[in-house]
């Protein structure tokens, strides 16, 4: 697996090359099409080497290097029209530089996308039994499966995340369309608690965070005090991705069954369109400017990346779409500040609380949720009167 790992990196590297060398040479940019057309030739050219493995993994470490190449070339039109636009306004163009895509090291590059029936097998455990994956040039692996493969399988993607190794199964499957609840709600993710939804349901953050940040704290200042190089600090770093894992887990696990809940229960669930990254890069600022609330933001943003919201979202959508669900995103401008009765702004004394010149203290999360359920055309959102 290590092997398959160290020549798709040698392929990412070789077409990335080739994608510079053309540009700096010619000024020509090399397309995927182009460089899938070569493989054939690749391979046999090198029979022990890329000849063994699997082409349409090929073709998937291509396309992916395409990806990256696509989203530089976004980023070099952005910069421009950010530059067009600051001079048409009369400012002077912020100096941005755009990193040209970079060559992966081979301990970095970890993983490598089967097309499932093609150099790759799923085989699925049953009963208490190991699952199976067999790939071309590999053969086949035990897997540990963490829980059912449901439709039918598409890719495999085999992954290695420090020590250990995954199998990623994704599937096609069918929508199955779950009874309808009669119960349609706005859901405000906030940083004190984790949701709020317009009848009043309260989901509170999960203290596992807490203290794992406190045991990842103190590993980070350990690992400080430790020499480059030295033993000590190679483990002390294991036992820090060994946390991170288990804190990932932990939240992957808390979203899935926050979002079960919500998608059982609800026939349509509004949220916010919310952008994480840009709150959480407005607060840092760049380099030449540093934001002027870096250290009191800090908190707050990590408290941001703590909720995961961004995961959250896509896992209920998900699991919304695979139930026959409706999501509605609606604008978040002032949702929690905006009375929810009258529509005044409101002021807003703490975090949590608003104050409605003619309806008084409000509560800022359930506020905002009522507010999200009005905005995606659901009524008031709150439970009906019994
Ligand atoms: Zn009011």
Known sequence: ??????????????????????????????????????????????????GRHSFTAQQQTLRRLNTVFAAYFQR???????????RSNGEKPKERRVGYPRFKPSQRFDQVLFVAGDGAKWEPADDGRWAHASFQAV????????????????????????????????TDAEAVPLPPTGRSVGVDVGVARFLTTSDGHIVANPRFLDAAHEAIADLQRRKQRTRPGSGNRRRIRRRLARQWRKVRNKRRDFHHKTARALVDTCDTLALEALRVDAMTASASGTRDQPGRNVAQKAGLNRSILDVGWAQFTSILTAKAESAGR??????????????????????????????????GMLDADLNGARNIATRAGLGSGQAPAA
């Open 326 to 359: 409706r999501v509605v995103r609606v604008n978040p401008s002032h949702t929690s500040v905006t009375c929810h009765t009258c529509g005044t702004r409101c002021t807003r004394p703490r975090q949590d609380t608003v104050v409605c010149p003619t309806h």
């Open 1 to 50: 697996m290590a092997r398959v790992l160290a020549d798709h990196c040698d392929l990412y590297n070789a077409a990335l090359q080739e994608r510079r060398e053309a540009w700096r040479m010619q000024r020509v940019s090399v397309s995927y099409g182009q460089q899938s057309a070569q493989l054939r030739e690749i391979r046999a050219a090198d029979p022990g080497g890329q």
């Open 76 to 86: 070099v039109r952005d910069a421009e029209h950010d530059r067009q636009r600051a």
């Open 139 to 170: 053969g086949r692996v035990k897997v540990r499966q963490h829980r059912a493969v449901v439709g039918r399988v598409k890719t495999l993607q085999l992954k290695r995340e420090h020590r250990r190794w995954y199998v990623i199964v994704v």
